[in-house]
């Protein structure tokens, strides 16, 4: 019974933990350029609903998902036109971006509500998946759960250990700087917006055609913004991003699991669970270390592109 | 007459036109729905309705708008379907009852019909359909089906309407399978498909062979059940079994066609006033939705005969002696709970599995 329920536990935590990883991740990136985009659902739902379109259309999923992350680069280079070359400020543009994407992912998915797909495949890794308990737990899901951990760490090596990477955090640090070492802050802006646009859309399509396997308007639900805020809680570090994405992820679905099992707490409390354990593990580690921001984050930069 | 409402008929009458009356439907009627019409759910039902009252009233005309946010949104909504000439109005969903109350105020010639059971106004009736008599009836054909003896629900909140009908159709199970239980997972909104994904396959793991579901559009939990080899009951749209071709019960559903016609008959001829329908099963508002391959006959026939004692007023789906599921008694033996009371349901029957708050 016991090994029953931390199998769930574990499996139902990669579940809802993997869209919020590549979404934080996509987030990460782009505050690392120095663009905060709180309209980052916005491009999430753009990837869900374009990869659910293109899987009911072509019946592969495996299109669903490329042509999720395509349209999330997409959305996303129209929001770097505005914040990088249009210069608009970056607080209010996310937020129209996000009303945006609500807006227009409904539009394209109002004639594809409740069309039946089969969504991305179950993959059952041979060997692992036969350990107990853990294996069914973690061996027994689809591409992109297993494609989660590998994006995190290509994320961290890209950012912290490539020529280019050096040139993002250098335009996120200090663009004036950046620019006087002969890097374009706009070039690099750009690039990182459209990679961040990738991961967010393939964010958007994992719950659309892996999770839930239907579209339904603004089916993210805020996971956007909970993004968002896993930024600060991983210090725009892609690998405390796993952490604060599977914690969050762990915690709605332990209380979902708690609620399956009878346990005698009202559902109140439990759907409150994810949120006060955030608040927690921010207090807690709140006092630690740096302060961890790029330094222009924010900021509009005013120089020669 | 000021000058703006001069200018405005002066302008009004250029572009009609001198002589030419433009072809008047009789009544134009609008509704507001809280999702979109397709989720196979609550909002398409309300939809279907419309569709059945402009099958019968071809003269009749119906601005239809979908995903309106309850609140300012939707009195803005409510408002310019009025400009737009709309003398009956239905705000589709129980939170547009507050923006409506305020708008029928202020447009004592329009009528409104919301659903909900909860207040009323001049010209605002309420309308809503008593479901645990049907809850019940699902109850008992799944508690024939189940092999593990225990059902899972996925709802949104635990709010009273919603433990009613978890309470009959869990007294349903047990009136003919004592062992059954149900297991209820909240997940605290109407709308999030991967939520409620993984809140079923929770129930799934727990051991659960039949899922049902009370949010707006029961498609993800029917599919998840569907995938699993599990069962499943469905709520407010006849069309969901679609979704579940083997593992389907059966589901109960609102059929507003014919009330809706009413509503716009009334309107039409001037006898519309403000009332408080209930339907229930006896009527024309709710239906008991096709069972599917898993229901043996026998379960089928014992639905059926009690659909029966249910509509002719022999029995009652709380008819106590009952006890909620902390052991205490809710319902005196000989008594049963007045389905007019249902806003007061706040326990769980004795068999849920479950916390009510």
């Not at chain 1, 607080?91 to 969504?119: D, E, K, M, N, Q």
């Not at chain 2, 809850?135 to 909140?157: D, E, M, P, Q, S």
């Not at chain 2, 009951?233 to 809706?260: C, D, E, M, R």
């Not at chain 2, 709380?318 to 007019?340: I, S």
């Amino acid at each position: 019974m016991i090994a029953a329920f931390a199998r769930s536990l574990v499996a139902g935590c990669v579940v809802s933990g993997t869209p919020l990883l590549y979404a934080t991740l996509a987030e990460v990136i782009g505050e690392r350029a120095g663009v905060v985009n709180l309209g980052l659902e916005g491009v999430m739902l753009m990837g869900a609903v374009v990869g659910f379109v293109t899987t009911v259309q072509t019946g592969s999923a495996a299109a669903g998902v490329l042509a999720a992350a395509l349209a999330g680069a997409a959305f996303n280079a129209l929001f770097a036109w505005l914040v990088v070359d249009r210069r608009a400020n970056q607080l209010a543009t996310g937020l129209a971006l996000l009303f945006c994407g609500v807006g227009l992912s409904a539009l394209i998915g109002a004639p594809y509500i409740g069309r039946p797909i089969t969504g991305l495949a179950e993959l059952t890794v041979p060997g692992l998946a036969s350990i107990p308990v853990l294996g069914p737990a973690l061996f027994v899901h689809d591409a992109l759960v297993y494609a989660a951990l590998p994006v995190a760490v290509a994320t961290w090596w890209a950012l912290f250990s490539t020529r280019w990477g050096l040139a993002v955090r250098a335009v996120g640090e200090n663009p004036v700087a950046a620019f006087a070492a002969g890097r374009s802050p706009r070039a690099v802006q750009y690039q990182a917006l459209v990679l961040a646009g990738l991961l967010a859309g393939i964010a958007g399509a994992h719950l659309s055609i892996g999770v839930a396997k239907t579209w339904a308007e603004w089916m993210t639900a805020g996971r956007g913004f909970i993004a968002v805020a896993l930024v600060v809680f991983a210090r725009w570090q892609p690998l405390r991003a796993i952490a604060g994405a599977f914690l969050f992820g762990g915690a709605i679905s332990l209380q979902l699991q708690l609620q399956a099992r009878g346990v005698p707490i009202s559902p109140f409390v439990l759907d409150m669970l994810p949120y006060v354990l955030s608040l927690a593990v921010l207090a807690a580690g709140g006092g630690m270390g740096r302060h961890a921001a790029p330094g222009s984050l924010g900021r509009v930069f005013q120089g020669q592109r | 007459m000021n000058a703006r409402a001069i200018v405005a008929t002066l302008v009004s009458a250029l572009l009609v036109g001198p002589g030419v009356a433009p072809a008047q439907p009789k009544l134009i009627v609008g509704i507001l729905h809280v999702g979109s019409i397709t989720d196979a759910g609550y909002n398409q039902a309300h939809a279907d309705g419309i569709q059945a009252m402009k099958r019968n009233l071809p003269e009749v005309e119906v601005i239809e708008v979908e995903n309106v946010p309850e609140g300012a949104d939707a009195e803005r909504v409510m408002e310019s379907m009025i400009k737009r000439g709309a003398r009956l109005i239905i705000p589709a969903s129980f939170g547009y009852l507050e923006p409506a109350l305020r708008v029928a105020q202020r447009y004592p010639d329009v009528k409104f019909a919301h659903p909900g059971g909860y207040k009323r106004a001049p010209n605002l009736t309420t309308y809503w359909a008593s479901t645990p008599e049907g809850f019940y009836l699902l109850g008992l054909a799944a508690g024939k089906v189940t092999r593990t003896n225990k059902i899972g629900y996925v709802v949104a909140l635990p709010i009273s309407f919603f433990l009613a009908n978890i309470n009959a159709f869990e007294l349903g199970a047990r009136s003919v399978n004592p062992k059954a239980e149900t297991r209820v997972v909240f997940t605290g909104t109407f709308l999030d498909p991967a939520k409620e994904a993984t809140a079923a396959t929770a129930l799934l793991d727990q051991g659960v062979d039949v899922l049902g579901v009370i949010v707006d559009s029961p498609i993800t939990v029917v599919q998840t059940a569907e995938k699993r080899g599990a069962y499943s009951v469905g709520y407010h749209y006849l069309g969901a079994q679609k979704f579940a071709p083997n593992g389907w019960i059966s589901g109960i559903a609102f059929t507003w066609g014919n009330l809706y016609t009413r509503f716009a008959r009334q309107v039409m001829d001037g006898s519309f006033k403000s009332e408080n329908i209930l339907g229930s099963l006896g009527d024309d508002l709710l239906a008991i939705a096709p069972f599917g391959p898993a229901v043996p006959a026998e379960a089928a026939r014992l639905v059926d005969a009690k659909r029966q004692e249910f509509t002719g007023g022999r029995a009652h789906p709380f008819q106590g002696p009952l006890k909620d599921n902390t052991g205490l008694e809710r319902v005196k033996a000989g008594e049963v709970f007045p389905l007019t009371d249902l806003g007061k349901m706040n326990w769980l029957v004795e068999g849920v599995v479950g916390q009510p708050r």
